[in-house]
């Protein structure tokens, strides 16, 4: 069996037409074969059915929650691939593990939460917050993880943490880096954003997608280290690509 854990960067493909954007307005993502999790979930499982708990928009607290839910289930020979998202992200609301809430998430009392809902985040922000707290929580979250990974080893349970945000020993770069490399400069990156938001599913263009696959996959065949800093199509994204987004 294969078990994903993560946030945007890994949810399945079977949510491309399933994804909204503001106000309940459906997302309509760029055309795209295979996802990198059905790549490596076919290469893993054939066939077979996965599981995917990645959800958009979590937080490191709702992925450690999955993990430690599902980890009684784990058998020897399993994969499981756990993908770290921003550090910044907080789970505040139970039902919605996908707001996770950071100081520059845009909320709308009355619709995304209710007015004494947004006053109480508006006065966590003001008031209580500090980033050293999130740092700590997140390198007692790595530490956690590290433990987790070693103890699957001794039960010949493949573990692959695969960094979103911040980089993690084990891994070169993160996900969030090698999206970004796919404009050719900032500007372009702020103009695709500003445009459409994004609509390349998982941050991916298609072809960084089979890269990413084939490097997890090289992992788990040879142990060879991830490397997310090379071998990736660079540039996709320009001034003039942008006039057909």
């Known amino acids: 069996m294969l078990h994903i854990f993560g946030d945007s960067f890994s949810i399945p493909q079977s949510h491309m037409n399933e994804v909204f954007g503001p106000h309940g307005t459906p997302v309509t993502y760029m055309p795209l074969e295979k996802t990198w999790t059905t790549i490596v979930k076919e290469s893993i499982l054939g066939d077979s059915e996965y599981i995917n708990d990645s959800v958009l928009g979590c937080s490191n607290d709702y992925i450690y929650y999955k993990l430690a839910e599902r980890e009684s289930s784990f058998k020897e ?18 039902n919605k593990p996908y707001m996770a809430i950071q100081l520059a998430t845009k909320i709308t009392p009355g619709v995304d939460v209710t007015e004494e809902q947004y006053q109480a985040i508006e006065m966590y922000k003001r008031h209580l917050y500090f980033e050293r707290r999130n740092i700590i929580h997140y390198s007692m979250f790595l530490d956690s993880l590290a433990r987790k990974v070693k103890m699957y ?7 692959l943490i695969l960094p979103g945000f911040d980089n993690v020993p084990g891994v070169k770069g993160n996900l969030c880096e090698t ?20 609509l390349r599913f998982n941050h991916f263009s298609e072809v960084n997608h089979k890269i990413l696959a084939d490097k997890i996959i090289e992992f788990f065949k040879t142990g060879k280290t991830v490397d997310l800093t090379t071998g990736f199509k660079t540039g996709i994204y320009t001034k003039e690509t942008l006039k057909t987004c």
């Open 77 to 94: 020979g399993d994969f499981v691939i756990i993908q770290p998202t921003s550090m910044h992200r907080e789970w505040f609301f139970e």
């Open 153 to 159: 080893g001794e039960h010949r349970i493949r573990c």
């Open 179 to 198: 999206s970004g490399l796919e404009f050719n400069n900032e500007k372009t990156a702020i103009a695709y954003y500003d445009k459409t938001g994004d």
